[in-house]
């Protein structure tokens, strides 16, 4: 409608929805010739959905186009109008609010600022787990330093990087509870001054372990095996181990990402937040053939109906095959194959690896001279990896 003025918005009778020229994704909604209210359209996950603004003549036509301009500030900058309203909603029912409802709530609203979706499963995993089984349905303003111990205290020792990051968690949930003002006080799981009082300082508990890697003497031997395994988890770790690449890049992976042989991972899925490219060698090109076939429709590397293998796909499958080693120190076997069986250099495994190099000068002079030099160190790794597996293979343990 090219003419959106007071009078002839008054005077619509005709259902519809009706756009402001002057205001993309602003609509008046018509139901009746007495029912008319403003709309915004968005798109949040691919999918349409409206914003109530307000009815008309109620709010007028500046009032909204004000409004819709503001909301969709806030939605670039990742703020979801929905949930802010549910949230304001919940504020007016402080006596009634449980942990469990405002935590998933905070969750949802904190999901814009996660380049990775694992973070969001990580807070609900370690939230769940822990902290739903002593708190789930206490509200917010009951919650204590006894409650936060009681959740914390059974983990501390043991699992103390979890534990850590879990009493991080609870605190930006509480403190995010005290600013909307749905409790007051300290905030019971704060360290600084309060828990750490109580509870033995992380980095003094925490021992440094490394990621269990499977000997690489012993790759040959446990890729024939695993090239026998059925199933889309198989084909993703061979696929990472044949790229010394990492568990987040291969499950993350889209098909539009492999262009004439090469694999270009973008930054937002790389630890180092840069693109890392990968020359990929004949026996990678077959397993993304192989997972094509089984899933022609998916847009990713490896899935299960149409959807990324969780970051568990893996772990599981090492567990079933019974070898007690992690997916990522499958990148600690390569980088031990390539100091003591090769003649490649420290620095051409490093690109590899995709590590930060810490000088300017000396990352502009890797990126243009190791490219080739990275495309014969993944042959050469893949010609170990398809070797024939030798018999009777002695470790030798020093002490």
Partial sequence: ????????????????????????????WVKSEDKKYWILRNAKNGKQRDISLGSFPSMSISDAREKAQKLKRDISNGIDPILERKLKRTNSLKKDITFKEFASQCI?????????????DQWIYTIEKFAYPEIENKRLDEIDTEDILKILTPIWNTKTVTASRLRGRLEWILASASTRRLRSGINPAQW????????????????????????????????????????????????????????????????????????????SRMKAYKDHEIDLCNRSL???????????????????????????????????????????????????????????????????????????VERAYRRGSLKERRKNLLQDWQDYCLSKPQENVLELKIA
């Fill in 1 to 28: 409608m090219s003419n959106f003025d007071f009078q002839t918005l008054k005077n619509l009778n005709k259902r519809g929805r009706y756009t402001d020229p002057k205001q993309i994704g602003l609509h008046l």
């Fill in 286 to 360: 077959e397993i993304l053939e192989i997972a094509k076939s089984l899933e022609p429709s998916s847009t990713y590397l490896f899935s299960r109906n149409n959807k990324r293998l969780s970051n568990m796909a893996m772990p599981m499958l090492l567990r079933r095959l019974n070898i007690d080693a992690t997916v990522h120190g499958f990148r600690s076997a390569f980088r031990d194959w390539v100091s003591e069986e090769t003649e490649h250099s420290s620095e051409v495994a490093e690109m590899a690896l995709a590590h930060t190099i810490a000088s300017r």
């Fill in 192 to 267: 600084r001054g309060h828990l750490q009082t109580t509870l033995s300082a992380p980095n003094k508990l925490n021992k440094v372990k490394h990621h269990k890697a499977l000997p690489y003497r012993q790759i040959p031997k446990f890729m024939a095996k695993l090239r026998e395994s059925e199933g889309m988890a198989a084909l993703a770790l061979e696929f990472l181990i044949l790229n010394a690449s990492r568990t987040g890049e291969v499950i993350g992976g889209l098909r539009d990402e492999i262009d004439n042989g090469k694999w270009k991972i973008p930054a």
């Fill in 108 to 120: 949802e609203l904190k999901r814009a600022e996660w380049r990775d979706p694992k973070h969001a």
